[in-house]
């Protein structure tokens, strides 16, 4: 079983460029969901594709944005970048169903540093 | 919107000390609650969940955490700790909607 991969493993922009991150779920899981990990800090909710749709938002503005493809991958596209983007960005995958609905598998992230 | 809180930021113990680890949460609905850990260097990984059922839960490499309704509280004990439980733990919840929030996370540091 092929475990969440993420690419790039480490990344280094300048303030207002753009940015394209991607993420392969689990084999079987159908859900994508993104966080934000600064350093120090927990990560937080950016934002969940289900079915290629966005399925839940976090508190981020629209310069983040995603995309889910037919094979459950998924993209996080950040514009504009800021100073404070600087973050691990971490993909967790998840099935719909059931109870096993809310139990997500992380990926190891994207190390994005802006300057 | 729920919040979750770990007072403990971090912590140095004696390798074979017990350990307990605080996690508050604020939501008044039913919850789904996680302890998750991540390694250095690795990615995050569950560690324990709860559901439903018997409150107290055990996970992997002998951690087990106790749910208590009434207190919103889900902490996380292990009788004797190793140098490789070093790691950084986050206690998470999940409402229902979909996000998983995570407190700010608890860093461990275990002494040979």
């Known amino acids: 079983e092929t475990g969440v991969t993420q690419s790039p493993t480490h990344l280094i922009k300048t303030r207002g460029q753009q940015v394209t991150l991607r993420c392969s779920s689990q084999?079987?899981?159908?859900?994508v969901s993104w966080y934000q990990q600064a350093l120090g800090q927990g990560p937080q909710f950016i934002f969940q594709y289900y079915r290629e749709e966005e399925n839940g938002r976090g508190n981020f503005p629209p310069r983040f944005s995603g995309l889910q493809f037919p094979n459950y991958s998924s993209e996080l596209n950040v514009n504009a970048l800021e100073l404070d983007d600087s973050a691990l960005y971490l993909c967790?995958?998840?099935?719909?169903?059931?109870?096993?609905?809310?139990?997500?598998?992380f990926g190891p992230g994207t190390r994005l540093t802006v300057l | 919107a729920q919040s979750v809180s770990q007072h403990n930021h971090h912590v140095i113990l004696s390798e074979a000390a017990s350990l307990e680890l605080g996690c508050n949460y604020s939501?008044?609905?039913?919850?789904?609650l996680f302890w998750y850990v991540q390694y250095p260097g690795q990615h995050l990984q569950l560690l324990l969940k709860y559901f439903s059922g018997d409150p107290l839960v055990k996970g992997i490499k002998g951690f087990e955490a106790e749910f208590i309704k009434s207190k919103f509280s889900f902490n996380l004990r292990k009788p004797s700790v190793q140098w490789s439980d070093t790691a950084e733990y986050f206690c998470?919840?999940?409402?229902?909607?979909?996000?998983?929030?995570f407190g700010s996370g608890t860093r461990l540091q275990v002494q040979p």
């Open positions: 939501y008044g609905g039913t919850v789904n």
């Open positions: 998470a919840v999940n409402t229902g909607r979909r996000a998983l929030t």
């Open positions: 084999s079987g899981h159908n859900t």
């Open positions: 967790a995958s998840s099935s719909s169903g059931g109870a096993s609905y809310n139990e997500q598998f």
